[in-house]
């Protein structure tokens, strides 16, 4: 998901995006999103990662799955409202706005 | 919470100005369903901070302003339900506040639809009666400055000359108002699109009463000196069409 290659990241993320349609609750997603949470936490802007960690979320909201939509938003909307997520949230306003 | 992180976020700058981004990039991603609640939000928390804390206020002014310049709903319901609201603000002598809150009604009252022009009108106008009616002898600091009048004049032009009649007699109060509460020298970049519409109205088949108002404008307007000179031919040419249609009888006329 990190990759450079991004015709490799995005069928990264279909797959993603198939595997969790197969499974009723949110273990996969949790397992993935928590690490790149954790991850963020202990980073900032300077960091060299930061912006490709921030990118990965794009890329999840961008697959318009309602069910990684909706986690997000339940993840991302309380405090404490680290600076990560207010950037998540920005970077995807489109998305959040309309499911808000 | 998003509104309680930029306020408690108003010492830390770079925070305080991104969390003010996001919110003012959800504003204008969210549902037409949902605005209603997020305006509603917004203007519970101008009351709430109006008279008690200005920072907060002014971060609420920044992001509705940003959703009303930039949101592509229809503003109907908002304008006619809480632009009384934001009148008190154009009387308050703040340089800052009276220019955000300029580009906040001139972004709200805006629309490309003539029939909505005139409710806008005559909504914000009986609001400011009320206001001034409440608050007599206040300064209209909103108005006197730099583009003070661009949030009215589109609505304005349009419900004089394409509204009702009862609509063009709120226009003309309106015009009355604009040269009690505000300076020649901010109505002047505005007067070749004030004084044209009311030789036009001039020519209309309204009632007597009406003509004389509109003639008393245009003496205010004279007296007023605010840029007559462009019009001098084709007023003469309508003071003597209104002699001749009252038979001579209106004073004002002659």
Request: proline share 3%.
């Amino acid at each position: 998901m990190l990759a450079n290659d991004e015709l490799l990241r995005k069928s990264v993320f279909s797959c993603f995006r198939s595997l969790l349609d197969k499974f009723h609750d949110q273990k996969p997603l949790i397992n993935l999103i928590e690490p790149f949470f954790q991850t963020l936490a202990s980073r900032n802007e300077n960091d060299e990662d930061y912006e490709s960690l921030l990118k990965v979320f794009d890329e999840l909201v961008a697959l318009e799955s309602p069910k990684i939509t909706s986690f997000l938003m339940r993840t991302l909307f309380v405090l404490p409202l680290e600076q990560y997520k207010i950037e998540i949230i920005t970077n995807n306003a489109a998305s959040f706005g309309m499911r808000n | 919470m998003l509104y309680d992180q930029t306020f408690t976020s108003i010492g830390d700058q770079s925070r305080h100005a991104s969390l003010i981004y996001c919110l003012s990039q959800l504003s204008i991603n969210v549902s037409e369903e949902h605005s209603g609640y997020f305006v509603s939000e917004s203007i519970e928390l101008i009351r709430k901070y109006k008279d008690k804390n200005r920072e907060r206020l002014i971060v609420v002014l920044e992001i509705l302003k940003f959703f009303f310049q930039n949101s592509l709903i229809d503003f109907e319901k908002f304008v006619t339900e809480y632009n009384y609201i934001f009148i008190p603000f154009l009387f308050i002598e703040n340089p800052e506040m009276a220019e955000l809150v300029n580009n906040l009604l001139k972004a709200l009252l805006k629309t490309q639809n003539k029939d909505v022009c005139s409710l806008y009108l005559t909504s914000f106008f009986s609001n400011l009666h009320t206001y001034l009616h409440n608050n007599k002898n206040a300064a209209c600091y909103g108005m006197n400055q730099e583009s003070g009048l661009d949030p009215y004049i589109h609505i304005l032009i349009n419900t004089l000359v394409y509204g009702s009649q009862e609509d063009c007699n709120v226009a003309l109060d309106f015009y009355l108002t604009i040269f009690k509460l505000v300076a020649p020298s901010y109505i002047i970049p505005h007067s070749l699109k004030l004084i044209g519409p009311l030789i036009r109205v001039a020519n209309y088949n309204y009632p007597i009463e009406i003509k004389e108002k509109l003639v008393r404008i245009l003496l205010s307007a004279h007296k007023l000196d605010i840029g007559m000179k462009p019009f001098e031919a084709q007023l003469q040419l309508t003071y003597l069409r209104l002699v001749k249609e009252s038979n001579g009888e209106k004073q004002v006329f002659r």
